[in-house]
């Protein structure tokens, strides 16, 4: 948590939304800006929704354009440093919350990429949560859009022909695993083949086994009383593994990108896919007929302890030497009026923000929801983690978990050493 999120997820997670690598609209000159008053230029990784919300911008400002590109989590992260730190960076770009990975909000403005965005309408409207990881040395940098969350979405027309019933307890998700790969559907599409994809279903799992026994766990580990290796996240990563021996998975997780992942869970070769909300409307583009409902991952045999991760998403954030500042925060503004919200949300499948938007959450997300007005909700674990080296730990030690290379007690240790060495 990508997406997202992540992870975030998240991470990075995502918001992840974290989406499959592909251009969109006009892409942005080798100089990262424009001189046209006229001409914005954005760097987005939100495909298959930032389209809708361009158009509806410039339609709201006549004459004006909007040159912009979309590429996945994984190679935005890549980019996005690099083009700030050389001059070729946008005017506008995707922003990820919190601390957890290269695109990241303290990450960015801390060595002053970004523009200072608390004088925005909306900057002091953000809930207390979204501001703790949109903002930097209390000034806010990030216009979250929407929030998101991560846990198991089940295509309702593949389950219901296989004859099974989503799980609410540990011991139910186990044995749906084994009746669904009995029937030959597997229960859950992984496409681990993308890096940010495996934090999912750990923090899922991490979500209850940590957080439902101790809210507090980010501040201990903060304060040096706690580590991921003697805590329940040995637990969650046990489960994970669990999991993949229990045949809850495709064949050859490593070996299948996010892409095929959906494709998979939206035609009916899986039962469903362990991600965040923002894939639900990618399912439905691969498969307008089908009906994708998420519901929590389950980790203990109490319904009553389940808590899913979810938190803000990816949002955007202005290039502090933007060419075109003033369309740059015009277009932020915009993302965070209730057109440009809304229009972002339903075509991501999440929810928005800020409340009084006037929008009506997809059935869909009726878990979700009920989930964050019960505040039985966690954030994406590396929104609060000290440095992105963590998460890009985590994440490489997972495929090599899952390629036999290394073990959950090896990979926590690793995250440890990353956690201590701080900012």
Do not use: H
């Not at 506008?92 to 990975?101: Q, R």
């Not at 940098?141 to 099974?164: R, S």
């Not at 519901?295 to 954030?317: F, H, M, N, R, V």
């Amino acid at each position: 948590m990508k997406t997202r999120t992540l992870p975030v997820l998240a991470a990075t997670v995502t918001s992840m939304a974290l989406l499959a690598a592909c251009g969109g609209g006009t892409e942005a000159g080798s100089d990262g800006g424009s001189k046209d008053s006229k001409t914005l230029t954005l760097a987005s990784i939100d495909q298959g929704s930032v389209e809708d919300v361009v158009k509806a911008f410039e339609k709201a400002n006549p004459g004006v354009k909007v040159r912009y590109t979309t590429s996945g989590a994984d190679q935005y992260q890549q980019q996005i440093r690099t083009q700030l730190s050389s001059g070729t960076a946008p005017d506008v770009m995707s922003v990820w919350p919190g601390n957890g990975n290269p695109g990241a909000t303290y990450v960015l403005a801390e060595p002053g990429y970004l523009r200072d965005l608390s004088d925005r309408p909306w900057a002091a409207e953000l809930p207390d949560a979204m501001k703790s990881v949109a903002q930097y040395e209390g000034k806010t940098y990030t216009a979250v859009f929407g929030q998101n969350g991560i846990g198991a979405v089940y295509n309702e027309q593949a389950v219901a022909k296989a004859g099974l019933t989503p799980p609410d307890t540990w011991t139910e998700l186990l044995d749906f695993c084994k009746a669904a790969k009995a029937k030959g559907t597997p229960a859950f599409a992984l496409g681990n083949q993308d890096n940010w994809v495996t934090q999912l279903v750990a923090y899922a799992l991490v979500a209850t086994t940590v957080y439902g026994e101790d809210r507090d766990f980010d501040k201990k580990m903060q304060a040096g009383d706690a580590t991921f290796a003697k805590s329940p996240w040995a637990t969650a990563l046990d489960k994970y593994v669990t999991m993949e021996k229990t045949g809850c998975f495709q064949k050859n997780p490593l070996g299948t990108t996010y892409e095929a992942s959906q494709q998979l869970a939206a035609t009916g070769r899986t039962l469903g896919i362990v991600q965040g909300n923002w894939v639900i409307a990618l399912l439905k583009q691969k498969n307008p007929k089908g009906t994708f409902t998420l519901k929590a991952l389950p980790a203990t045999d109490d319904p009553s302890e389940t808590l899913i991760p979810a938190a803000a998403g990816a949002g955007y954030g202005v290039n502090a030497k933007a060419r075109n500042e003033e369309l740059a925060l015009k277009f932020v503004d915009f993302v965070m009026s209730p057109e440009g919200m809304n229009t972002f949300v339903e075509k991501q499948g999440g929810l928005p923000s800020l409340p009084d938007t006037g929008f009506a959450a997809d059935p869909s997300l009726a878990e979700l929801s009920e989930f964050i007005g019960s505040d039985r909700t966690v954030p994406f674990m590396d929104q609060l983690w000290p440095n992105p080296k963590v998460q890009q730990t985590m994440l490489s030690g997972l495929q090599e978990i899952f390629s036999g290379q290394s073990t959950p007690e090896k990979l926590l240790d690793e995250m440890d050493a990353d956690y201590k060495a701080g900012s």
